[in-house]
T-cell receptor, first 116, second 116 residues
Framework: AQKVTQAQTEISVVEKEDVTLDCVYE???????LFWYKQPPSGELVFLIR??????QNEISGRYSWNFQKSTSSFNFTITASQVVDSAVYFC?????????????FGSGTQLTVLP | EAQVTQNPRYLITVTGKKLTVTCSQN?????MSWYRQDPGLGLRQIYY???????DKGDVPEGYKVSRKEKRNFPLILESPSPNQTSLYFC???????????????FGQGTRLTVV
């Protein structure tokens, strides 16, 4: 089973629409971290946010907001009033201690296209 | 400027010809790792290193080697590349954390490798 599932492969919206990118994770650890990264068309990976498993407060940063719900093992990302520059692939990732491995596990990504 | 530098950015090679992709970071990070990115699969970890002379396999280590002789460098070696190793490769570094990766990972610009 995938540890990080991003079920939405591609999403297309028109500029100024709100859009939510879903992330569902799986872990048996009680301590873990969740991340979101953005990969614009230029290809680099840009860190957006980190959340630890003990902090369920939602976070807002400008037009970006994140909803962390342990009860549903989800860490969803919402872009309000989307812009063309938001077009990118967005990755959700999980950091956990599993056995002796400390790894960062990524979801398969969601390609967001914002149309003008 | 804090950065992770990968070289080369683009590489086309032939099956069986050994190659090395270099990765260097200037942030004194203990943890470094290699990922490959393939369409629909997201980023999958190849190898990681907790510190100098400490390396371990990720999820897809077959066909790859790494070494960590110095803290700043973490080269990826393909002893006998095959076409199924055609991919986009990323090197990343971060602070190790006491038990878990709890800080953002800094990524290199990526290396697009084509094996013909």
């Amino acid at each position: 089973a995938q540890k990080v599932t991003q079920a939405q492969t591609e999403i297309s919206v028109v500029e100024k629409e709100d859009v939510t990118l879903d992330c569902v994770y799986e872990t048996r650890d009680t301590t873990y971290y969740l991340f979101w990264y953005k990969q614009p068309p230029s290809g680099e990976l840009v860190f957006l946010i980190r959340r630890n498993s003990f902090d369920e407060q939602n976070e807002i940063s400008g037009r970006y907001s994140w909803n962390f719900q342990k009860s549903t093992s989800s860490f969803n990302f919402t872009i309000t009033a989307s812009q063309v520059v938001d077009s990118a692939v967005y990755f959700c990732a999980l950091s956990e201690v599993s056995g002796s491995a400390r790894q960062l596990t990524f979801g398969s990504g969601t390609q967001l296209t914002v149309l003008p | 400027e804090a950065q992770v530098t990968q070289n080369p950015r683009y590489l086309i090679t032939v099956t069986g010809k050994k190659l090395t992709v270099t990765c260097s970071q200037n942030m004194n990070h203990e943890y470094m790792s290699w990922y490959r990115q393939d369409p629909g699969l997201g980023l999958r970890q190849i190898y990681y290193s907790m510190n100098v002379e400490v390396t371990d396999k990720g999820d897809v280590p077959e066909g790859y080697k790494v070494s960590r002789k110095e803290k700043r460098n973490f080269p990826l070696i393909l002893e006998s590349p095959s076409p199924n190793q055609t991919s986009l490769y990323f090197c990343a570094s971060s602070y190790k954390g006491s038990r878990i990766l709890n800080t953002e990972a800094f990524f290199g610009q990526g290396t697009r490798l084509t094996v013909v």
